[in-house]
Nanobody, 122 residues
């Protein structure tokens, strides 16, 4: 599966953005999906994950209650709605896929998309 994230940009603190991740290839619904982010000089960190059907979602504590992950299997697309953005949310955001739902715990995704930059200004 090939992944392409989009929707990043510059937003003021307190604002919102919605990231999208378009997947090409077959059987999107057979992949569990996740969002990760990385700040230069730091390790990539897990943000949110969603199971094959979308019935199960997980979030890191630092985004819980502010971000919502969702998927549309008919459109082969993954989303991340980000509300109440903080300056510390500034990072490159990556979407990822794996056959295993271990991705919901942040474990090694098999497939990565190119990232999209999110910058939150104060």
């Amino acid at each position: 599966v090939q992944l392409q994230a989009s929707g990043g940009g510059l937003v003021q603190a307190g604002g919102s953005l919605r990231l999208s991740c378009a997947a090409s290839g077959r059987s999107f619904s057979s992949y569990a999906m996740g969002w990760f982010r990385q700040v230069p000089g730091l390790e990539r960190e897990f943000v949110a994950g969603i199971g094959w059907s979308g019935g199960r979602t997980t979030y890191s504590d630092f985004v819980k209650g502010r971000f919502t992950i969702s998927r549309d299997n008919a459109k082969n697309t993954l989303y991340l709605q980000m509300n109440s953005l903080k300056v510390e949310d500034t990072a490159v955001y990556y979407c990822a896929a794996d056959r295993s739902e271990g991705i919901l715990s942040g474990y090694g995704p098999m497939y990565w998309g190119k990232g999209t930059q999110v910058t939150v200004s104060s």
